[in-house]
């Protein structure tokens, strides 16, 4: 990162013809943005530079070990010719490769979206533009008869989403034009991402999110049908144990020695949490502001593709740890009164504490579940972030035991 932000990006592309055969590289071209997986700006530069329509397949390289910024080689395949340089690079064969990420893939995709808008009476009117791709999803823009609608494709890990929006259809979530195995068509949802979300909108998000747990209570065989990840206890200590021992090498001796200690005694932990009274329901499973979209009014929760069944604060260490810090006890306090409302005689502020490291921990599991689905060359996205959240978990172990046990 440089004192301003982070480091800017170039681009170097290698063409491939739709069929798969190598045509030769495009020298590095400067790109607006620093994010990797941020496409349309690639796209835009490479046609300013070179006068070429491509479409990204997916990263082969960054000179940097993890995003953003740097020089990036990106495969991408174009219908037109183009003046290329040699490369003496070798593009092999991945038994992870998504569908999206081969050529031809996008291509496929795309002609399901406009049939699927065919259905509805809506002929695209405007170019594709293609937005987003990486190892958790590919997007694409569309325009079709005045309006923008969305596809999105994701990784097999993460396919249950369409099916997911389709059985929380009428809550405050995208609604669906059509959805099959991987891909998802929507409509464009009105507002902008709530990143930078400050003061009472961060109350409405928690309101709205509880609201929609409350409603899957005693549902969870549901949701479980749907595919998505099982949070709940016993699966979930049996993940964080596994994720634990694979990336335990990764850690220091402190983190390796607290995260033992703490992990012995998880069994006696989640007893605790139990006691608190909370049922098991819905997991988001990337609950945060950035992942809220709103018009000054109404607020959609986006990107289903973490979700899961589990205990309901599960969500609470990825929102809180993405709001100011002095504005998390009365957030915290806000979140804790929805829940006894809900679950009358529970204590949702001790289960918050308790599950505190647990959070974190589970992000841990996540973040190794997507190393374990995608090709080596896009691990760059993930690579440390197991480490990182069980470190971020020790240091939180500790903060803990300087202040009084969980028993």
Known sequence: ?????????????????????????????????????????????????????????????????????GEVTYLAETGAMAATEPWDGVLTEHPLRLAYARPGGPARDLAWAVDA??????????????VRTWNLSSLWRLGAGGRTFWLKVTPPFMAYEGAVLEALAGAPVPSLIAHDGARILMPEIPGEDCYEARGPILFRMIDL?????????????????????????????????????????????????????????????FEA???CGLPDTLVHGDFSPGNLRSDGEALTLIDWGDSGVGHPLLDQSAFLGRVPA?????????????????????????????????????????FQGFLDGIEPSERPYHGADPAD?????????RYEARGRSFA
Do not use: C, Y
């Open 1 to 69: 990162m440089t004192a301003s932000g982070p480091p800017p990006r170039s681009a170097k592309i290698v063409l491939v013809t739709p069929e798969g055969a190598l045509i030769g590289s495009l020298p590095p071209v400067p790109v607006a943005t620093p994010w990797w997986q941020d496409i349309e700006p690639v796209i835009e530069a490479v046609r300013a530079h070179h006068g070429v329509e491509i479409t990204v397949l997916r990263l082969l390289q960054g000179a940097e070990p993890a995003p953003p910024g």
């Open 117 to 130: 808008l065919a259905r509805e009476g809506l002929a695209i009117d405007a170019a594709p533009i293609q």
């Open 209 to 269: 999110f509880v609201g929609l747990q409350s409603r899957w209570v005693g549902r969870t065989d549901a949701l479980l049908a749907l595919g998505v990840n099982d949070w709940r206890t016993r699966s979930l200590v049996a993940a964080i144990e596994a994720t634990f021992e694979r990336n335990a090498d990764d850690l220091g001796a402190p983190d390796r020695d607290t995260l033992s200690r703490f992990l012995g005694a998880l069994g006696e932990r």
């Open 273 to 275: 949490v139990a006691a």
């Open 326 to 366: 002095e504005d998390v006890p009365e957030l915290k306090g806000h979140w804790h009164e929805a829940w006894r409302r809900v679950a009358p005689g529970s204590d949702p502020a001790r289960a918050s504490d308790l599950l505190a490291p647990v959070g974190l921990l589970r992000q841990a599991v996540v």
């Open 389 to 397: 959240r069980l470190s971020r978990a020790a240091d939180l172990i």
